[in-house]
């Protein structure tokens, strides 16, 4: 849904959301990913898309008392549908850091440019929401 209700209150939560993820992220990981940017209920912050694999059922516990069933397979390509080229491809984020000298810097410094990335992402989109 557009709006996720907090466990707490019930009252949705409806701040902009970005999901820091890589090519690591398959199996659950990819499915919730793939569904919130699908949802457009957040957007997806990486240096490259997810790795295009899905794995078996889980549950994945989220802050506030939220478990996610995943479900055991599921198509994440960009078409979805049966087309493995595309699950291969993987969610790809919407935001795409890229992996540059700066970027390279900002570690060497001890910096996380991912999370930086997205924290101004996040900024930008509340002031958006907030001149609305």
Known sequence: ???????????????????????????????????????????IVATSATAGATGPATRVHLPAGFIVQVPLLAETGPSGGNNPA???????????????AAFT????????????AAVLHLERARAVQASR
């Open 1 to 43: 849904p557009a709006q996720l209700p907090l466990a707490a209150s019930g009252t949705p939560f409806t701040a902009p959301v970005a999901v820091l993820t890589g090519p690591g992220c398959a199996g659950p990981c990819e499915l919730f990913v793939a569904w919130l940017q699908h949802s457009q209920r957040a957007d």
């Open 105 to 116: 810097a900002s570690i060497q410094a001890g910096g996380d440019p991912l999370l930086d």
């Open 86 to 100: 595309a699950q291969a491809q993987g969610v790809t984020p919407r935001l795409r850091v890229p992996v540059d």
